[in-house]
């Protein structure tokens, strides 16, 4: 087992550019806010969807900044239209798409004490299930719950409609992908009974291609940048993280379609 920190203004990533330390089976991982550790389970030699990489911690840490100083954060504007730490308002639902370990989902579901569902393909799930069960107690300590479901993106079937608010760390990865992830997040977020909901994905850019799924977004998303890394040595660029917001036009046209 290898300890960790998320990143922070003192802590530093171990690993490479874009991922961490993958000759380790357990990690942990230090959340500030909460003062609590969570543990991530990896197994790289299973495939990309089985380890940490960047963009991950970045939204993690953005989440952990969240908890700790809600006024001045990037997540702001989103979080605060949804929900209050601490306050009685509903719990806020969650739903994560290509989890990987699961690390954001958890760490949201700690730290908003929230309802979190953690998706990816059905041969990930069972890695998702172990490291949702190792973090259970620290997630209901804060009032938050996690569950897990497979989802292929594209398949309308698999997307749940009770949703408030969706996450992902570099998804946008495969192009064959980028149709059918956008697919999914026209269900999940364009529904005529909330206007409220929102996707925040946390990006490392690697190649141009990538422009595609951008311009093809912006059709139907408003896309803001919220938040800029610095670059990791030897980088040109930093891991970004985007809002998506339904353009009114898009739901107008949803509210008339299923009116």
Known sequence: MVSGNLRGEEDEIDGEENEL???????????????STVVIRQLPS???SFKLWLPATTLVTLLDNYRRDPINSPLTHTLSS???????????NIVELGSGTGIVGIAAAAMLGANVTLTDLPNVTENLKFNADANAQVVARFGGEVHVAPLRW???GDVGRDVDL??????VYHEHLYDPLLKTLRLMLLDKESN???????????????????RKARKVFDV?????????????????????????????NVLSNEG
């Open 21 to 35: 330390d993958d000759a380790s089976d357990l990690q942990m991982y230090r959340i500030h806010s909460i003062e």
């Open 46 to 48: 299973q495939g990309i």
């Open 82 to 92: 949804f929900t209050s730490i601490g306050s009685d308002s509903p719990r806020l």
């Open 154 to 156: 594209g398949e309308a």
């Open 166 to 171: 969706v996450l992902a760390s570099d998804v």
């Open 196 to 214: 409220k909901r929102v996707f925040l994905m946390a990006h490392l850019k690697r190649w141009k291609k990538e422009s595609i799924f951008f």
């Open 224 to 252: 803001d940048v919220l938040h800029c890394d610095d670059p990791q040595e030897g980088s040109r660029i930093g891991v970004v993280v985007y809002r998506f917001a339904p353009k009114d036009h898009t739901l107008k």
